[in-house]
Structures are given as structure tokens and as C-alpha cells.
């Protein structure tokens, strides 16, 4: 069976676009900086998590005032900072299981300290932002708050994780992070060093902010679970037995399937999780038109399954 609106090719995203979308959708990472006392050429690293923000394609990092990178980069700028796609609830503990690391990205730069008078731009900045994700979310459709409704959105909203950051009597320093180079690494270990003139021209997806809560309230759902392996059934012609979704941007979704492995010498058959991509017929420029695209494909699909068992579907079931 197969259905109409993802008939339609789509040109997949750039390894830069993936690289921002990264960058812009998640609110945490690994800082890395020499360490102030190492001597001839050991180097020694440190390293630990951070939380950051984007501003005009760069990071801005947030690190406690009792923080070992602050004594490191006064005598050496030098730092790598290391980003992973954000991997909600279920799905972080199923890839884990699964042996499987994300997608990530590796930038190598400098981390460079800001002056007092940056630091209050970089903190009204923030303030502005997490504002701006409160007034959008207020706005959003029933389409869409019907799907964030089942996210864990203290865990996977941006805003919420830095919300923390707006309170000044916390210490913190404030950085920001100058790249040299990006590398762009998938799960399966393939590296892709970016091209930097294509990462300045490129832009995160207008999904980004709001990936990791729409991914979630998606898995979590035990509805729009069945809605996605009707998906696969209609649209990719698998046969699935559950399905989850690893990934979404504004040309479609990256699937996680259970399907069937190959028989065995003993007659068994073993479940394998194998990744698939839904592309949708025509790009979502938003949230909206994201979440309106998933209806309208539940509905053409509900309709396809119904003609091909001769059984009446109710789509509010889905």
C-alpha cells in the first residue's frame, strides 16, 4: 500500500544544515580545554558538561564560576565542544541498549571569555529567546499541543533547561565559542568536515527548536506509535512492529523500525531495530505545517489501511 504525500522526492538536508540543526536543538555539551598545568607535550584534557545557547551560528557556553575551563583557558584558548542530536526518554535508553551512539558534531576552535558588556547582551539575548519560545508555544495549534502534551517538556524544552541561567545570583562565566573547524559524525562512525563558508550560509531548520519535545511527544504516545507503523506499511512498504521516531526535520522523519530479521539455522527469526526516512511530498517552513503534514498523512493512511482490509478505521483512534 502505498499513499500520495510522500510521493513526491525531497532533496535530503546538507551535512551543514544537519550540523545546525544539531547545534540549534539541543541546550547541552561536552566542553573540552587543556589543562592549566600540563607540561611538555602530555596536554592533559578536561572536560565536562555544559549548557549553551546559539547566537549568530556560535555557542555561547554557560560555565560555573568554580569551573576547571576557567582557570584552563586564561593560559590556552584552545578547546574542542562536542554536541549530540537530543535523544529523549525512550529513545536514549533504546540506542544505548541498542549499542548505538547519535548523530553528533565536533567543533574545534577557541573558547573566547566575554567582557562585561557582552556578557549582559548575551544574558538579555537569552532572556529574549526564552520568551519568544513561551509566546510561540502559547500560540501553537491544537495540532500541535496535542503532541507536545505527551512530552516530557520539563526534560526536552531548550528554554526550560536554560530558564536557570535568567537567575543573577547564580555564578557562572559566560564564553564563547569560535570554531575552526566542524565535523559532522554519524552513528554509524562516518566523519564529514565541514566546508566553513557552507556552515555561515546554511541555516538551522525552523523545526530545531522544538525537535526534541515533538520527538518525544511522538515516541510517548502510544497512538502515534500505531500512526507510525501504519506509516511504514503505507508509505515505505514495511512491515513493522513498532516504531519510533529518531529524528524530524522540515523534509520528513528518520524512523527507528522493529521488523523481522532473517530466519536462522534453527528455524527462529530475531528482531532487529533498523533505521528508515518518511520524506514528505512537500517541505514544512514550521511547527505548524510539520504537525498539520503528520495529520494528513494519518488520515490518507488510516483510509488506504481501510480500503485494503475492507474494514471501516475511525481516524480519532489514531
Not at 53 to 78: A, S
Not at 95 to 115: D, M
Not at 234 to 245: C, E, G
Request: negative net charge; proline residues 4%; aromatic residues 6%.
Amino acid at each position: 500500500m502505498k499513499g500520495s504525500r510522500t510521493t513526491t522526492p525531497t532533496k535530503l538536508l546538507t551535512f551543514a544544515e544537519k550540523c545546525k540543526n544539531i547545534l540549534a536543538s539541543n541546550w547541552q555539551g561536552t566542553l573540552n580545554t587543556v589543562k592549566a598545568d600540563s607540561t611538555g607535550s602530555k596536554e592533559e584534557i578536561y572536560s565536562s558538561k555544559v549548557k549553551y545557547f546559539v547566537k549568530r551560528g556560535r555557542p555561547y557556553i554557560w560555565v560555573p564560576e568554580n569551573d576547571l575551563h576557567n582557570v584552563n583557558t586564561v593560559i590556552d584558548e584552545r578547546g574542542s565542544f562536542a554536541v549530540t542530536s537530543p535523544l529523549p526518554g525512550s529513545l536514549a535508553s533504546l540506542l544505548q541498549a541498542l549499542k548505538k551512539p547519535p548523530n553528533r558534531i565536533a567543533l574545534v576552535g577557541e573558547v573566547v571569555p566575554l567582557s562585561d558588556n557582552k556578557i549582559k547582551s548575551a544574558a538579555e539575548t537569552l532572556r529574549e529567546m526564552i520568551i519568544s519560545e513561551g509566546e510561540a508555544i502559547r500560540e501553537f495549534s491544537y495540532s500541535v499541543s496535542s503532541i507536545l502534551s505527551s512530552s516530557n517538556f520539563t526534560s526536552t524544552s531548550r528554554a526550560e533547561n536554560l530558564q536557570e541561567f535568567l537567575n543573577e545570583d547564580l555564578q557562572y562565566r559566560i564564553y564563547k565559542f569560535n570554531p575552526s573547524s566542524i565535523t559532522y559524525i554519524e552513528s554509524k562512525g562516518s566523519s564529514h568536515e565541514m566546508d566553513m563558508k557552507d556552515m555561515e550560509e546554511s541555516k538551522a531548520d525552523p523545526l530545531s527548536l522544538f525537535s526534541a519535545s515533538l520527538i518525544d511527544g511522538i515516541n510517548q504516545s502510544e497512538v502515534r506509535r500505531r500512526a507510525l507503523m501504519i506509516f511504514c506499511a503505507t508509505y515505505l512498504n514495511k512491515n513493522v512492529k513498532d516504531a519510533l521516531v529518531l529524528s524530524i526535520d522540515r523534509k520528513g522523519l528518520d524512523l527507528l523500525g522493529k521488523v523481522m530479521g532473517p530466519m536462522m539455522d534453527d528455524g527462529s527469526r530475531e528482531v532487529q531495530w533498523k533505521e528508515m526516512r518518511l520524506q514528505l511530498a512537500e517541505e514544512a517552513r514550521d511547527v505548524e505545517t510539520f504537525c498539520k503534514r503528520l495529520v494528513e498523512m494519518e488520515e490518507e493512511a488510516i483510509k488506504n489501511v481501510s480500503a485494503f482490509s475492507g474494514l471501516p478505521l475511525d481516524a480519532n483512534e489514531m
